[in-house]
């Protein structure tokens, strides 16, 4: 399972591979045909282009190799590589992508978004509130995605979620609303103001008569309007994420989150 995102990106650098082997006079006449010697010639090209990102395309068609029934066949990337450094992963950012980080005041930022559309304000807002992605705030219903926790299948008031039906390749999780504070304040006021823009119960935030796709359209002709965009003020939607996590971890751990530096 994974995003469309990834389905796309892995479906272009395939076919990448293998336009590259036909070019070096070794065309498969099956996908079955792809050999551990194949890798090792694409890796060959792709270090003499100064590909920026060899990892990610040893990866994919580790990934295809087991498409192929050859689940083993490509081995660890730095076999292929002349230099091993090139193609370690790196779990832990040194790039600060919160809104605040770069210098841009949130409150300012959807405030700038709400006047230009109520609706896209609630996106953002949601964003920065439970760290959705912008495809989970479209599809939010927030007449219906609330929910009571369960403890031994009987409601828990106390325990809120935000439910998100189709996450990242599909996938469902729940995200707890804060249980007091200022925060959980924030977030009740923002589903109550959600409910008003949606005024149909069992609706999403897609306006009636559009597809999730209109929304999204119109919601980067927004971020772009507002300056909320990498080439402008240096920031994405994508950055509430951010926004959210490094809040999260702050309150759960009392310490400020490694990417501030502090």
Not at 2 to 20: F, N, P, Q, V, Y
Not at 64 to 75: C, D, E, L, Q, T
Not at 212 to 226: E, G, N, Q, T
């Amino acid at each position: 399972t994974a995003s469309e995102g990834t389905k796309a990106k892995r479906r272009k650098l395939i076919h990448k591979g293998l336009r590259d082997l036909a070019a070096m006079c070794c065309r498969l006449i099956s996908p079955t045909q792809f050999r551990e010697k194949h890798m090792s010639k694409l890796v060959a090209k792709w270090e003499t282009d100064e590909n920026a990102d060899i990892q990610t395309l040893i990866s994919t068609f580790r990934t295809f190799g087991g498409w192929i029934r050859k689940p083993r066949m490509i081995k660890g990337s730095a076999i292929y590589t002349k230099n091993p450094e090139s193609v370690k992963r790196r779990y832990i950012t040194n790039i600060d992508k919160t809104w605040t980080g770069n210098g841009v005041d949130v409150v300012d930022m959807v405030q700038k978004v709400t006047e230009l559309d109520a609706r896209i304000g609630i996106l953002a807002e949601l964003g920065i509130a439970f760290g959705l992605r912008l495809k989970e705030t479209i599809l939010f219903h927030p007449h219906t995605d609330v929910i009571d926790g369960t403890d031994d299948e009987k409601p828990d008031e106390e325990k809120q979620y935000a439910h998100v039906r189709k996450g990242k390749g599909g996938r469902k999780r729940n995200i707890q609303l804060e249980q007091q504070g200022s925060l959980r304040d924030y977030q009740v006021d923002l589903i109550s103001r959600a409910k008003e823009i949606v005024d149909r119960p069992g609706a999403s935030m897609i306006p009636d008569g559009r597809t999730w796709k209109y929304l999204r359209r119109r919601a980067y002709y927004i971020f772009d309007k507002a300056g909320m965009t990498r080439n402008k003020d240096g920031v994405t939607f994508h950055g509430t994420r951010h926004e959210y996590a490094v809040a999260y971890y702050e309150r759960h751990t009392g310490v400020a989150a490694p990417i501030k530096g502090r």
